[in-house]
Structure formats: C-alpha cells, structure tokens
C-alpha cells in the first residue's frame, strides 16, 4: 500500500476559518479533507469557510469531486501555484457549464 500524505492545518481569525491543505488529494485523503470541513462548517460561528490548497502535489477523481461539491455548497477555495490554479479553474469552469453536473 502506497503512502499517501494530506496535511490540513486550521487557521482562525473572526472572519473566516481556513483549512491550509497540502499534499496529495487522492483516495482516503479526499475523505480525510471531507470530516475535515464537515467539522470545520459545524464551528463557523457565521464565519466563511475557506480552504486554502498550498503545495498540491496530486489529485485524482474523487478529489475533484469532492473540490467540485465543495465549491457548488459555497466553499471559497484559494491556492498557490500554477499546478493548483489550472486544476481550480477548470473545476470551476466545470460548474459555470453544468451547475448540476453529478459528481458521482
């Protein structure tokens, strides 16, 4: 079995809650990224929530998937890097084309 590698880091300030992730987007970390933000959005206190994807060395189809339900549920998402900003373009693109597109 590979190694794969996701760091979330949360950062906090009274308008928004980040979760600065970094790594590989793939597999279980894709699930590891969702009970993230699912207990991320529970403690919002009408915070924003934002996720920041620094360094993003991979990403597969269920990490796309879950970028994309994120951004249709309103997640803001930043990033660092051409690799990623190609990657979060196209994603959005996609849902500006299809808003209902299935992720599944």
Known sequence: MGKQMLS???????TQRRLVVEGQLINSSASELRIACEKAR??????????ELNRLTAINQEGENLVLE???????FRSQGAFTKLILSEL???IRKDPQESTA
Not at 70 to 76: E, I, Q, S, W, Y
């Open 42 to 51: 529970s403690e919002l206190n009408a915070r924003e929530l934002v996720i």
């Open 8 to 14: 979330i880091a949360v950062a906090d300030d009274c």
């Open 70 to 76: 994120l951004m249709r549920a309103g997640v803001t």
């Open 92 to 94: 959005a693109r996609r």
